[in-house]
């Protein structure tokens, strides 16, 4: 009874390299002889970081907010073997945190129901480009022999509408407006005004800094002699202060909604190849922010439509699914709310539904 699609076996034991057998469902049943190596750290050339001293205590609500989430479903986690987590932090680059477990996570989620073992592989944070990676394998049972409570069913519906998971499934079967997704490309270009306004800023601190250049008294203040656009106000100082106050990088966005036609390499494969060139920008149009999202951004303006913006990290197709699963996922990166929402606490089965 195991569905269509691509699966991984997972086989660990503590101390020992984890081997990931991936196979498909028309290759069932399976007929192994596996053999796990010990661990061994080759190091060459290479600063090993030790283990951070009282590192749960220090690192483990940055650690919960990154990879459970801060979201009702994420604080209401809990992690019951936090003990076998390694916390390594490098001040160097601006800093990483890199996270290791020895054993798999034993996840309680009370909000969705459920139980999770999760072997994690890896989670670093780079403090400098604030950039997050991790991933690992999940293993979900009930948390209640029962079953779950009208209340989580609900919960887990919550969690579903307007995930990653959904989008990957409404792509798949070309169902994208139907479920509420409004798809653009997206480019990121420089800010080229605001690239010349602080090249004239930089040279008017400079020429003001060494002196005047001819008999007049050098001002006290840098003066910047340009003129705002037409039909603004001529006063260039508030001008260039509001380019100033601008992103380094404006995004642009295509009028044309897009659907599985213009983003799915082989519609007529059972699995099926995701490709864009820069970015996507996707709103779900049939749900709302969280409010949780708005207090984490210190932004007090009303929920609007969940806005995120993905990219291909490697520039290569990944592998879509019916089931909403996607791989490799490392090199699906994303931006906005999903950046902040897709985290294990919302993590729901592959044979979730609705």
Request: some cysteine; glycine content about 6%; hydrophobic content about 35%.
């Amino acid at each position: 009874d195991v569905p269509e699609g691509t699966y991984d076996l997972v086989i660990s034991s503590i101390g020992f390299e984890t081997q990931v057998y991936t196979y498909t469902a028309a290759q069932l049943p399976l007929r192994l002889q596996v053999r796990l190596g010990p661990k061994v750290e080759v190091l060459q050339d290479v600063v090993v970081e030790p283990d951070e001293k009282n590192g749960w205590e220090k690192w483990g609500f940055f650690f919960t907010q990154n990879f459970l989430g801060s979201n009702e479903a994420g604080r209401s986690c809990k992690i019951k073997n936090y003990k076998t987590l390694r916390f390594r932090h490098s001040k160097k680059n601006g800093g990483m945190l890199h996270v290791l477990a020895d054993d798999p996570l034993v996840i309680e989620n009370k909000v969705l129901g459920y139980q999770l073992k999760y072997q994690l592989e890896d989670f670093r944070y780079n403090f400098q480009t604030h950039v997050l990676i991790f991933y690992g394998f999940t293993l979900f049972t009930e948390l209640d022999k029962n079953g779950p409570s009208k209340k989580q069913l609900k919960n887990r519906e919550k969690a579903y509408n307007g995930s990653i998971s959904h989008f990957m499934r409404s792509l798949y079967h070309d169902s994208l407006e139907a479920e509420g997704f409004e798809v653009r490309r997206m480019v990121k270009r420089p800010n080229l005004e605001k690239q010349r306004v602080r090249s004239l800023y930089m040279h008017s601190i400079k020429r003001d800094s060494t002196g005047a250049t001819d008999n007049h008294t050098a001002p006290s203040r840098p003066v910047i002699n340009f003129g705002p656009p037409a039909g603004t106000s001529s006063d260039s100082a508030t001008y260039y202060r509001h380019v100033l106050g601008e992103p380094d990088w404006l995004d642009e966005y295509a009028q044309a909604t897009l659907n599985a036609d213009s983003l799915l390499l082989n519609r007529d494969s059972l699995i099926r190849k995701l490709f864009f060139e820069n970015y996507l920008y996707v709103i779900y149009k049939k749900g709302k922010e969280d409010q949780d999202y708005l207090d984490f951004n210190h932004e007090s303006r009303p929920a609007y439509f969940p806005r995120s913006n993905i990219f291909l990290s490697t520039r290569q197709p990944i592998t879509v699914e019916s089931t909403g699963n996607y791989y490799p996922p490392q090199t699906l990166m994303s931006i906005g709310y999903w950046a902040w929402n897709e985290k294990v606490g919302i993590m729901l089965p592959l044979d979730y539904k609705k």
